[in-house]
Nanobody, 112 residues
Framework: QVQFVESGGALVQPGGSLTLSCAASGSFFRGLAMGWYRQGPGKERDLIASVTVHGGANYDDSVLGRFTISRDRNTMYLQMNSLKPEDTAIYYC????????WGQGTQVTVSS
């Protein structure tokens, strides 16, 4: 079984910064890419950033230039800068395309 534990979510003011962390544990192929997903109010859960074992990263246009994804073995991070109210969502991590169960996610709320 694979488990994901997300942390770091908080209430932050527009324009502020926040760093999220994800710890993956269990039995899985260590060469898998990891990704951050988010689900805003009334929206689907979408992949917004991914990172390979070698550090190659891809971003959705909605976060490109503002967010930075990184990983250290099975721990993944998301540095979020210039946060906007539309970034408000529950943030999850997972291995894209692998269909593992989701963790609880961590809530990010951007509001003044």
């Amino acid at each position: 079984q694979v488990q994901f534990v997300e942390s770091g979510g908080a209430l932050v003011q527009p324009g502020g910064s926040l760093t999220l962390s994800c710890a993956a544990s269990g039995s899985f192929f260590r060469g898998l890419a990891m990704g951050w997903y988010r689900q805003g109010p009334g929206k689907e859960r979408d992949l917004i950033a991914s990172v390979t074992v070698h550090g190659g990263a891809n971003y959705d246009d909605s976060v490109l230039g503002r967010f930075t994804i990184s990983r250290d073995r099975n721990t993944m991070y998301l540095q979020m800068n210039s946060l906007k109210p539309e970034d408000t969502a529950i943030y999850y991590c997972n291995f894209p395309g692998q269909n593992y169960a989701w963790g609880q996610g961590t809530q990010v709320t951007v509001s003044s």
